[in-house]
């Protein structure tokens, strides 16, 4: 799992201990090197842009021009590999580069991008280019302005880099020897847990975001600052339930994910 945050300004946004979360994400006519590049823009994992050997790219049109801030980029295998993300604010501007990344593994990738002050960036086309896309696949790729939280996590954090949910099949002979084990299926797994959030905040920032769950799948980046390596597109299996803490209309919240391996 890799985070960039070398495109990324503080401003005055939270500051990079607070989680982001993309879930809503901009759309737009989707062309790319290779073969099925428009896979790379629906949710199905397993669907994937096939981009082809050499130097390629993905590019993202948008209908007008919206904000970004973060970058997904995950089900992929990209590891090794040289990748560039890089904006267009209209359809003749060139493009200027946010982040330059070269991924250790194959897990999920988070890119942090802003301007000199901190500010979203203005998009009408997003790229995302491959230094060589030979044996290279990628099922996700997102953007757009993520949620920030307003507090930090603390204790009870389970990070998605070190945690791992595997489910294999028993094999035994016809006497009862153990034959080994098939593997049918692994992912990520973590948990968030935030408190003190308040109650008009909640209803105006978080609720938008707990409405889409536990239908569709979002991004997430746990503490930018600490667990560089804590990024995931997961989704989750049922509903938030925020607890009131009885203290100045603060609420608490918990969210338990399951990502891509």
Known sequence: MTL???????????????????????????TGSGATPELA???????????????????????????????FIAAHSLSGKAVLIATSPDLAAGFT???????????????????GSGNAISTRRLRISVDDGDDVTVGIIRAGVALQLTQAFYAGHTPTSINRVTQAKQQFSETGQWLGRQLMRQAVTGSYSWEHLRIDWYRTYFEPFA???????????????????????????????????????????????????
């Open 97 to 115: 580069d946010h982040a330059a990344i070269s991924p250790a593994d194959n897990g999920t990738i988070a890119a942090m991008i802003s301007d």
């Open 211 to 261: 409405k889409t769950l536990p239908l569709y799948p979002f991004g997430i980046i746990g503490n930018p600052a600490r667990f560089s390596d804590d990024v995931a597109w997961c989704w989750t299996d049922s509903d938030v339930a925020p607890e009131t803490m009885g203290v100045n209309d603060y609420v608490s919240v918990s969210l338990a994910v399951t990502g891509v391996f």
């Open 41 to 71: 823009a629906n949710d199905y994992t397993f669907q994937r842009w096939v981009p082809g050997t050499g130097a390629v790219s993905w590019l993202l049109t948008l209908g007008a021009a919206a904000n970004i801030d973060t970058v």
């Open 4 to 30: 960039s945050t070398t495109g990324y300004t503080l401003g005055s946004n939270e500051p990079l201990t607070n989680a982001r979360i993309l879930y809503s994400t901009v759309t737009g006519a989707v």
